[in-house]
């Protein structure tokens, strides 16, 4: 146990070294913008407080956006996902995938389940022993379940989710703009070093600046790309697990199952009141539990999965939102559009059975 114990220690304190790496380069910038190009390069009094202001405007909101996602601790199942220790002792005790599987879907019949595997079971961690609810994953960096997983990023040290998802993205908006505003100032500066046209009174500060824009550019070109990709992820309500493979559903899989439309897509991540999205404090709608769920199209080709299944009876549940979920979905909309599945994917049995549409709703 103590090797072990010293190679997770270890291990620990060797994920830092990215966030160390960024946190030297960001001190860096901070010392080569400030003190080798606007004190001793810019002789402008005028030039030099705009650009200090703004420098310090984008310079804050981009460590503090930082700070919260480093620092926030990635949301797990709650207590209601766990099985309880009679099941759990029983689940542990069958060898046979079948009876195991019998055993969470009686746990699961009063969770609020949209999602299973591919196969349709119930998606279970036998890692930390949960339930796992919608869009809940498993991060082995962090060996723990995370809600609304979307990635664990090295360069904060921490598992992107539904606690910090906005944090993330208002990190690399900063960090972006951040960038770019250096490259922007830097830029005339950077010319007239490369050129000699400055004096040799500013050769001390040569280096910072030529390697000041050099660094910002890069980190421009790099920043744009993940930026861009995960704002296309939030229009679509999507995490970047959800993007590689799609959710499945009761009724198949469907990579626009969680899709709600543009605009409620953009407030499930940042909240309805539009004065607090670009401020990194935690606005994101939900509990991280349970999401509102557009209704899936029934595709006779898939397989279709009841709570409750029944010899001899074939079932399909159309359900609509939990009481959680209306604030994105009104029940009015709720309501037609499970009139209209009914009505345009008639399900046809067989003589020797009898089929069923229940409407249930979730408590």
Known sequence: MAPTHVLRCCQRGLAWIPVIFIAMVVCWSYYAYVVELCIF??????????????????????????????????????????????EKERYEKEERPESQQEILWRAATSLPLYTRTGAGAIRYCDRCQVIKPDRCHHCSACDMCVLKMDHHCPWVNNCVGFSNYKFFILFLAYSLLYCLFIAATVLQYFIKFWTNDLQETHSHAKFHVLFLFFVAAMFCISILSLFSYHLWLVGKNRSTIEAFRAPVFRTGSDKNGFSLGFRKNISQVFGDQKKYWLLPVFTSQGDGLTFPTRLVNADVEQPTAALHPEPNKSEVTVRPLSESQNRLLSNEQNTNSMVHHVANNPIKSAPSESTTVSMESES
């Open 41 to 86: 390069t810019i002789t402008s009094i005028g030039k030099q407080v705009v650009y200090l202001i703004f420098f310090h405007l984008s310079f804050i909101m981009f460590v503090w956006s930082y700070w919260k996602t480093i620092f926030t601790k990635p949301a797990n199942p709650s207590k209601e996902f766990c099985l309880a220790k009679a």
